[in-house]
């Protein structure tokens, strides 16, 4: 019973596979000539501890985030909605990336926003890195004319709390730039 219904099931994958588009890309495959923009990620001492990079895939953006010197732990990570880092708290970047209008959280059933990136995990060295793909994300608006922002909070996403994930204060910050 169990062959048969999986030899059914791997059927039925290969004639929904023979109906797709041949010439549609899967969202997240790299696009050729894709434009990348960086955000040098600085703590409110001004000290540089890594960078985000988002990058054109297609179907939205990947962005991948690298860092060192920050406290060892698992960190919200979120793109912000507006292009500036003020000291102390980085406020001025505004709430989380949210042109569509969801909630906050990949477990949230009416979420995510569009700059819900997965926790950051920091090891006793004080390094880490973490990438995701955000699907329907465009560099146009990313790159809109108040810009947006890269933050690393103090404490863990919830995944699901609205409007951030109970993630804590900002502990590092950088606007995304073209490159």
Known sequence: MIRL???AGLGACALALGACN???LETGAPVAGGATAVAALRTSAGA???RA???EVSGG???TVDVRDLPAGTHGAHIHTTGRCDAPGFETAGGHWNPTNMKHGSMNPQGPHQGDIPNLIIDSGG???VAATVPG???AGLLDTDGAAFVIHAGQDDLKTDPSGNSGGRIACG???AS
Do not use: P
Request: aromatic fraction near 4%.
């Open 53 to 55: 990079t988002a990058t």
């Open 127 to 129: 390094r880490g890195t």
């Open 61 to 63: 953006l990947r962005v």
């Open 22 to 24: 041949e010439d549609r």
């Open 137 to 139: 994300a465009t560099m």
């Open 175 to 177: 606007v995304f730039q």
């Open 48 to 50: 540089e501890v890594g």
């Open 5 to 7: 219904t999986m030899a």
